[in-house]
């Protein structure tokens, strides 16, 4: 697992000096947001919730801003379920009640293009690159039993996002975005009677809503 981690670590790094290396070094707006996350996954079936920031450039004249960020999520789900994995005996293991608690993170480097919008307003059509870390743990209500995943991803994401400048002299401004990924592990494990419950991967779909500083 360790080495799924380093290998994340190692293309969110690389992701995110190549944005920052495709543009000149100056930040032009920061922003913060609150996330709720949905995906299609047996262990994710309630939505994550969280937070992310962003820093954007944009080449002057141009209709392409440069971004960066980071997601952190937390989330829980009720299920009836078997906590157990591997070779079980018959009647060891029933299915009970269990939790799935989950924590999802994630690191983005992308563009988003401006499709309409003027001094006030920005609709734009993003694009990103993306790495995550997806940590379920799993306890039977009953038993007390525990399973545990965890998986190292990689993907991509498309989505909209609109900015509002409510006055030009104010650099604060409101942001809102929707967009959907598809992720898959750095890593699939073949292992026979195994837990490996993210090996075909992950979709997500985001909304995000938050608050932007410009220079």
């Known amino acids: 697992m ?6 994340a670590s190692l293309l969110a790094v690389t992701l995110l000096a190549a944005a920052v290396g495709a543009v000149p070094m ?12 949905s995906a299609r996954h047996p262990l994710l ?7 992310g920031a962003a820093v954007h ?12 960020g980071v997601t952190s999520l937390r989330g829980h789900a009720d299920r009836i379920g078997i906590p157990c994995a591997g070779l079980v005996r018959p009647g060891t293991c029933a299915p009970e009640g269990v939790r799935d608690a989950s924590r999802f993170t994630d690191a983005t480097a992308g563009a988003a293009l401006r499709l309409v ?12 690159a993306t790495v995550a870390s997806v940590h379920v743990d799993t306890r039977g209500h009953e038993s007390g039993r ?10 991509a994401s498309a989505g909209l ?55």
């Open 117 to 128: 919008g003027g001094t006030h307003a920005v609709l734009a059509l993003t694009a990103d």
């Open 26 to 37: 100056q930040a032009q707006a920061v922003a913060v947001s609150g996330v709720a996350r």
């Open 45 to 51: 079936t309630e939505p994550l919730l969280g937070g």
């Open 2 to 7: 360790r080495s799924y981690r380093s290998r």
């Open 57 to 68: 450039w944009a080449r002057a004249g141009g209709g392409v801003t440069y971004r960066i």
């Open 146 to 155: 525990t399973l545990r995943a965890a998986k190292a991803l990689w993907g």
């Open 161 to 215: 996002l609109a900015t509002w400048m409510p006055a030009p002299r104010v650099p604060m401004g409101l942001q809102v975005a929707a967009g959907a990924s598809a992720l898959v592990p750095f890593v699939t494990e073949q292992i026979s009677d195994g837990y490996t419950p993210f090996n075909d991967g992950v979709r997500l779909a985001d909304v995000r809503l938050g608050v932007v500083w410009k220079r």
